[in-house]
């Protein structure tokens, strides 16, 4: 069973659409990140919630929405997308204690045309 | 605020061979420190982390890593390298409000 998990894997798109990504796990965690990693490979976080509850948010445009239903599904929304947006997103989740491991999903590659 | 240097964007090593990752970083208080791993095309992969106690910690694939409080180094290293483990690997420092900070990442080539 996969841990945590990504929809779409590729996504493409023109500029000025509107798109989600989806985000679930089923480790029971109760934090969830989304990251966003540049054509450099250079990973940045974006956003974390606990429970629910916007902790994290790292200076992304009000383009950018996370959304939670649930402790379990965290989804990205993104509305008028620029060629900027490329990149990967990558979304993790862990238990709320410091230190704790952060589990990733396998990435979605998101191509703004 | 807290940040990570990745000296060696890119190493190439020969299979069979021994390998070190070198990883600075910058925080006032004791950090918790991770090496993930990423293969091509695929997601971050947890290979070690130091959260207290013993510097040198053991890790999965036969890695190694050893926290270096007077260096502020967390160095990755390997005895032996084999082909598979060609891929992108970062190195990450994580605060008190669970929030990871990414070194740039160095990407391995094995040669056969």
């Known amino acids: 069973d996969t841990a945590v998990s990504q929809t779409p894997k590729y996504l493409v798109t023109q500029m000025g659409n509107d798109k989600s990504i989806k985000c679930e796990q089923n480790?029971?965690?109760?934090?969830m990140y989304w990251y966003k990693q540049d054509s450099k490979k250079f990973l940045k976080i974006m956003f974390s919630?606990?429970?629910?509850?916007?902790?994290i948010n790292e200076t992304v445009p009000n383009r950018f929405s996370p959304k939670s239903p649930d402790k379990a599904h965290l989804n990205l929304h993104i509305n008028s997308l620029e060629l900027g947006d490329s990149a990967v997103y990558f979304c993790?989740?862990?238990?709320?204690?410091?230190?704790?491991?952060?589990?990733f999903g396998p990435g979605t590659r998101l191509l703004v045309l | 605020a807290q940040s990570v240097t990745q000296p060696d964007i890119h190493i190439t090593v020969s299979e069979g061979a021994s390998l070190e990752l070198r990883c600075n970083y910058s925080?006032?208080?004791?950090?918790?420190l991770f090496w993930y791993v990423q293969s091509p095309g695929q997601g971050l992969q947890l290979l070690l982390k130091y959260f207290s106690g013993d510097t040198l910690v053991q890790g999965i694939k036969g890695f190694e890593a050893e926290f270096k409080r007077s260096q502020s180094s967390f160095n990755l290293r390997k005895p032996s390298v084999h082909w598979s483990d060609a891929a992108e690997y970062f190195c990450?420092?994580?605060?008190?409000?669970?929030?990871?900070?990414f070194g740039t990442g160095t990407r391995l080539q094995v040669f056969p």
């Open positions: 480790l029971g965690h109760d934090t």
């Open positions: 919630y606990n429970n629910k509850e916007l902790i």
């Open positions: 925080y006032g208080a004791t950090p918790y």
């Open positions: 993790a989740s862990s238990q709320s204690q410091v230190g704790e491991t952060q589990y």
């Open positions: 990450a420092v994580g605060d008190n409000t669970d929030k990871l900070i």
